[in-house]
């Protein structure tokens, strides 16, 4: 088993349907892992991208982990029958001689490797990838048709704001979502209140909308906010201060009754025990939203799974941030309670592959070998251009 080469690209992704609002210049990497192993003629090639968010880590790919998976010996990628990849060892490989702490951005980096490595092992396999992941963990797949997700959207618009949240909440609900998440925090709370009444208007209630303050609260502005919000009785109430503020965190869970969710930009397992430790999330009732690329590939999101279920969380406490494919399988192999999807912005990684379905809140899972970035045009469009002519 060899990796036979690694192409990367960094493109321009907008957090709006329309591209031409300014979105901070957001980038994310796509990687294309060549293998040896051949398929009706043709190599098996995973392909992996950075989640969003995050900006593309194309530096940090090809100067110090693509060399690594590259000049690894067949063995250390290999599974012990020699027949396929073994992600976990081929993870062990892009981390030696990383020291600990000093997480940064390399948790994306490998993260964007990683997915490709168990895009490329599960098409080796010719298993989806839920199933994959399902067989190598030793779990059964409780529902291997669905998941469970809702829409995630809901930016600030620089104009009209009020109607073009309004028509976006009202596409997502006509898609068959029931659930919908919108960005707060980055306006008056006057404002954020007219924005989510009128999101609301648009679901079922005030308990199917979710908001997100991106992280911009300081305790006193998220005091307020939480005591203008508390009564609409909100599905969660996420990201409300900096990540690492574990004071405000937990100064915000003691005085907001309802869910409060965390941990989407938190990259490690050191830090999601900090969270835990010191955050004042309570376990019976909060969400937990690692993003499974961010937290150094599924390896790394998969210990801090393991970790806080075992410290009493629920595995429905977990809904991975980052709306793509590769977290919908992730969700149905691990028995997590839900996936995000961007129907509409991160273009071409917005929605579902082709043909899929969202009914009642329920998304289909994807069943062709792999990810299943082949089944969604828009995706396979520029993985061909990162494979160039291979
Ligand atoms: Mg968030």
Redo the contacts with the bound molecule.
């Keep these: 088993m060899r990796i036979v080469d690694i192409r990367e690209r960094s493109i321009a992704i907008s957090r709006y349907a329309d591209p031409t609002i300014p979105s901070g210049g957001l980038t994310t990497s796509l990687v294309a892992v060549v293998t040896d192993v051949m398929r009706a003629g043709k190599p098996v090639v995973g392909y992996g991208f950075s989640s969003v968010g995050r900006f593309a880590q194309g530096g940090l790919i090809r100067e110090r982990f693509a060399p690594r998976l590259a000049n690894a010996a067949d063995e250390a990628l290999s599974d012990d029958a020699g027949t396929n990849l073994d992600p976990f060892r081929a993870w062990a490989v892009m981390m030696a001689s990383e020291k600990p702490g000093g997480h940064g951005e390399r948790c994306v980096a490998v993260g964007t490797l990683d997915m490709a490595i168990w895009d490329a092992a599960a098409k080796i396999a010719g298993l989806p990838m839920h199933r994959f992941l399902a067989d190598r963990l030793g779990r059964n797949v409780v529902n291997p048709s669905r998941v469970r997700v809702y829409a995630g959207g809901g930016y600030l618009y620089p104009q009209n704001d009020i109607a073009r949240l309004s028509d976006e909440m009202r596409r997502f609900a006509d898609l068959g979502f029931t659930h919908a ?1 919108i960005k707060i925090g980055s306006t008056g709370l006057d404002q954020d209140r007219r924005r989510v009444d009128a999101a609301a208007a648009q679901l079922p209630g005030y308990g199917y909308l979710a908001v ?1 303050a ?2 911009t609260y300081d305790i006193d502005a998220g005091l307020a906010a939480a005591t203008t919000l508390a009564p609409l009785g909100l599905w969660w109430f ?2 409300v201060c900096d990540p690492l503020d574990f004071t405000t965190q937990a100064s915000m869970a003691a005085s907001y009754d309802g869910p409060i ?1 965390a941990g ?2 938190l990259f490690s397992l050191a830090e999601a025990k900090l969270l835990d430790q010191h955050g004042g999330l309570r376990r019976a009732r909060d969400i937990l ?1 690692f993003d499974p690329v961010h937290c150094y590939g599924l390896p790394g999101y998969l210990k801090i799974v393991e970790h806080l279920v075992m410290k009493g969380w629920p595995s429905r406490a977990f809904w991975p ?1 980052g709306g793509h494919l590769f977290c919908l399988h992730l969700v149905a192999a691990l028995g997590l309670g839900g996936a995000e999807i961007n129907p509409l912005a991160f273009r071409p990684f917005r929605g579902l592959a082709d043909g899929m379905e969202i009914a009642d809140g329920f998304a289909d899972l994807p069943q062709a070998p792999g990810i299943g970035f082949e089944l969604h045009s828009e995706v396979w469009q520029e993985f061909r251009c990162v494979l160039g002519d291979w």
């Design positions: 998440k997100d991106m992280n996420e990201d969710a989407e930009a939203l941030h």
